[in-house]
């Protein structure tokens, strides 16, 4: 008897998220031209990013974690608004807290950093012109007309410098709604969706549905053409002075428990998922006896 006919009845967590949309959201909201071909492309936009920055084949870049690593910071921090200065200090944070060596010093970044704005001119001309808009109006604006109150007054209740809200906010704030979008569009077409309709979260980014594991990959199919295909559509037709044209991903994580999710699920065999998920949860309960233990010490 296969796993999948052992175990069809037992409900999993299938998550689902547009993956790296707020970079996508950047590409459509500054119009950079680079930017826009390179995810259109459709490789891994870090590695191509680095590669335009640095000459490095694409592949090599894939598998050298530090230049990689340091051009997704840049671009998160592009979105947070940091400077390079600032860029490094988090890097060498987020290598330490996950316990690993960041051998990039302050210069190497920063060439990258003043590299990106040099070859995404479009991307650096947008975030000034988001700077100038927030300080000329006292708000800043999503692509679907959300404004957030943005003043140059310091506030000792806000944590963060009006310049960095300033664009943060738009690319933030488009990115959340296109997921409000997705969310709206599983409750206005039931039959279509029919196996989202046990939604229990929204986290951030994500969206959470409670599953039968023997309708996983029908499930993830929905999934899919609902982030890629039928939320653009949705844009498009009530926002068409958008003119969107970026391509949405969608990428699933698969568990039995939310502290356990498998990544990189792509509506393939159930029974190889099992298998998967057994492994990952084996790895992480050993991991938290040994959290527990040390703790104990």
């Known amino acids: 008897m296969s796993l999948a006919t052992k175990f069809g009845n037992l409900d999993v967590y299938l998550s689902f998220d547009h993956s790296q949309l707020e970079i996508r959201v950047l590409a459509q909201m500054s119009g950079d031209k680079l930017l826009t071909d390179l995810i259109q492309s459709g490789e ?59 051998d990039m010093s302050f210069e190497d970044v920063e060439r990258l950093y003043n590299r990106y704005f040099d070859r995404f001119a479009g991307v650096k001309k947008w975030l000034e012109e988001q700077v ?44 959340h709604q296109l997921l409000l979008i997705s969310l709206a569009i599983v409750e206005m077409k039931k039959q279509t969706y029919n196996l989202w309709q046990r939604m229990c979260m929204e986290i951030h980014d994500s969206l959470v549905t409670y599953v039968m594991l023997t309708n996983l990959p029908a499930a ?25 044209k970026i391509p949405l991903k969608a990428e699933a994580k698969v568990g039995f428990r939310m502290g356990v999710l498998v990544e990189g699920y792509a509506g393939g065999s159930i029974d190889e998922f099992i298998e998967n998920w057994c492994i990952k949860n084996r790895e992480f309960e050993k991991k938290m006896k040994k959290q527990m233990q040390e703790d104990l010490v």
């Not at 957030?148 to 933030?172: G, H, L, Y």
């Not at 993830?220 to 969107?244: C, F, N, S």
């Open 220 to 244: 993830y199919k929905q999934g899919v053409y609902l982030l890629e295909t039928d939320t653009l559509e949705y844009v498009k037709r009530h926002w068409p002075k958008i003119a969107w």
């Open 44 to 102: 891994d936009i870090h590695s191509a990013v680095g590669h335009e920055l640095t000459g490095i084949s694409i592949e090599k870049i894939k598998k050298d974690r530090d230049t990689r690593t340091a051009v997704k910071g840049i671009h998160f921090g592009i979105i947070y608004g940091l400077t390079a200065k600032s860029l490094f200090a988090r890097l060498k944070a987020d290598a330490a807290e996950r316990h690993q060596q960041f």
């Open 132 to 175: 100038a808009f927030a300080m000329e109006h006292g708000y800043s604006k999503t692509m679907f007309g959300f404004k957030r109150e943005i003043s140059q007054v310091a506030d000792e209740d806000r944590t963060t410098f009006w310049r960095n809200q300033a664009v943060n906010s738009p690319i933030q704030g488009t990115a």
